[in-house]
């Protein structure tokens, strides 16, 4: 049997002529444990409950009947092998941004009756980098917070979710699909002023909406009156400066 079946069967009957014996009762007993028993049906089939603390193995299974006015007690002794079962996952897809946390999930179940599956940890990677892992919760889910960064390009990247088995359920894992597109940006500026001739510095402040980090490395255009004076490269504190002499009295636009 595989691991989650919910109950042993047996039919019970008469050992000269092969007939079903029926309305006798039936117990069972694994590894030494009673599990209980019943009365065969008009098939002569009897059954009894397999609990889950069986798990995946060789086991020994006892199924006895005690005689009755009619027939002799019988006894049955044989080796039960309680296989692994399957498992399987579904894996939430996610859209996100640079600097956006999204909770990325995967619903761990038993293959067959989609019972779920609690207290498994599941890995979640991103191509073939591993990024986390978490535990399913009571409903099988497990979630983890992933914090999309520039070591990702725009574009769909596959995330996949494994479970590597344990002494009950073999390995499974799924894909799904991460969806990183561009973050929009914001620049903040300083007023400027000065005399016509006058040189002075122009500094504007580069930082990602998404949350709030400063970007270094990238280069801002600079204009005055909608023409572009200049472009300067941001520093590790998201800040872009460049010198500019003032040929009249303007009003300064940072774009």
Do not use: W
């Not at 079903?20 to 009673?34: A, H």
């Not at 019988?74 to 399957?86: R, W």
């Not at 979640?124 to 520039?150: H, W």
């Amino acid at each position: 049997v595989t691991f989650g079946a919910s109950s042993l069967s047996s039919t019970l009957t008469n050992q000269k002529y092969g007939m079903p014996l029926l309305f006798k009762q039936v117990s069972y007993s694994l590894d030494g444990i009673e599990l209980g028993g019943s009365r065969t049906n008009a098939k002569g089939l009897s059954s009894a409950n397999l609990p889950e603390t069986f798990g995946a193995g060789k086991h020994t299974l006892r199924i006895s009947f005690n005689s009755d006015p009619c027939y002799t007690p019988t006894l049955l002794k044989v080796s039960l092998t309680i296989n692994k079962a399957e498992a399987q996952i579904a894996v939430s897809g996610a859209t996100s941004s640079y600097g956006a946390i999204r909770t990325l999930k995967g619903v761990l179940t038993r293959k067959g009756d989609n019972h779920l599956l609690a207290n498994k940890s599941l890995t979640f990677k991103i191509g073939d980098t591993v990024i986390g892992t978490a535990t399913t919760d009571s409903k099988g889910v497990a979630s983890l917070n992933y914090k999309t960064e520039e070591s990702l390009s725009v574009g769909k990247h596959p995330i996949t979710v494994l479970f590597s088995g344990d002494k009950n359920y073999k390995t499974a894992s799924h894909q799904g699909a991460l969806i990183v597109n561009k973050a929009a940006t914001s620049v903040s500026g300083k007023d400027v002023s000065g005399k016509q001739g006058a040189v002075v510095t122009l500094s504007a402040t580069l930082k990602r909406n998404t949350d709030s980090k400063l970007l270094s490395g990238h280069s801002v255009s600079f204009s005055v009156d909608g023409a572009v004076v200049g472009t300067a490269v941001t520093d590790s504190k998201g800040v872009a400066q460049m010198r500019y002499t003032i040929p009249s009295s303007l009003s300064l636009v940072v774009c």
